[in-house]
């Protein structure tokens, strides 16, 4: 079966890093891709990995290692707005998006 | 205004009752799709649609069934509702094959079957 996994909840402090991983098993693979949700909001897409290595974007990124079916969003200088969940997704082999249960992501003072 | 519009936002009905939920974009896309969202759960895709003459399954199509009106216009219906449909339902856009990941979220609804 297909399975993507991520820790349920981190803890992080405000004006840190903190790394979510994601590992995956599919059925083929044409991108990842990193969503947050706000609590009571919808998911908003923040990145896009298709090929291995780092993807930046402003105090984001994400990693990809598709020989070791894992990925990772990183996050710097953390703000109190940046509390939400993170969705990791893979698109299968059919162009069906697979999607983890999502991290939680507590920030504290 | 949302680009992505559900109506309704919340809505509380009772074991056996028809429940339509309705989706209207303005994005100007082809792809949509209704999901659902439950507590440590990854979002699952319950029907999707590449244009108003399609229509396809996803993964938990059973006792739901959609209606593409337009392109525009997506709906969600659950024609006897069931206590373990309650969940939180997302419709979504995306733009072609190749953008098919980015998905473009309404705001939600949320459904409670008593």
């Known amino acids: 079966g297909q399975n993507i996994d991520q820790p349920t909840e981190m803890t992080a402090t405000e004006g840190a890093i903190v790394q979510i991983n994601c590992t995956y098993q599919t059925s083929g693979f044409n991108g990842l891709f990193w969503y947050q949700q706000h609590a009571g909001e919808a998911p908003t897409f923040l990145s896009y990995n298709v090929l291995d290595g780092l993807e930046e974007k402003g105090r984001f990124s994400s990693f990809l290692s598709r020989s070791k079916g894992y990925s990772y969003l990183l996050l710097k200088e953390l703000q109190m707005k940046d509390s939400a969940s993170y969705l990791c997704s893979v698109m299968d082999s059919n162009y069906q998006l697979i999607w983890g249960a999502g991290t939680k992501l507590i920030i504290k003072p | 205004d949302a680009d992505v519009t559900q109506t309704p936002r919340n809505r509380i009905t009772k074991t056996g009752k028809r429940i339509m939920l309705e989706c209207s974009q303005t994005?100007?896309?082809?792809?949509m799709y209704w999901y659902r969202q439950d507590p440590g759960l990854g979002l699952q895709l319950i029907y999707y649609s590449f244009d108003v003459k399609d229509i396809n399954k996803g993964e938990i199509s059973d006792g739901y069934s959609v209606s593409r009106q337009a392109q525009a216009k997506f709906s969600l219906s659950l024609e006897s509702a069931i206590p373990n449909q309650t969940a939180l339902y997302f419709c979504?856009?995306?733009?072609?094959?190749?953008?098919?990941?980015?998905?473009?979220f309404g705001e939600g609804s949320r459904l409670t079957v008593l």
């Open positions: 979504a856009t995306s733009a072609g094959a190749l953008d098919a990941g980015e998905l473009f």
């Open positions: 994005k100007g896309h082809d792809r």
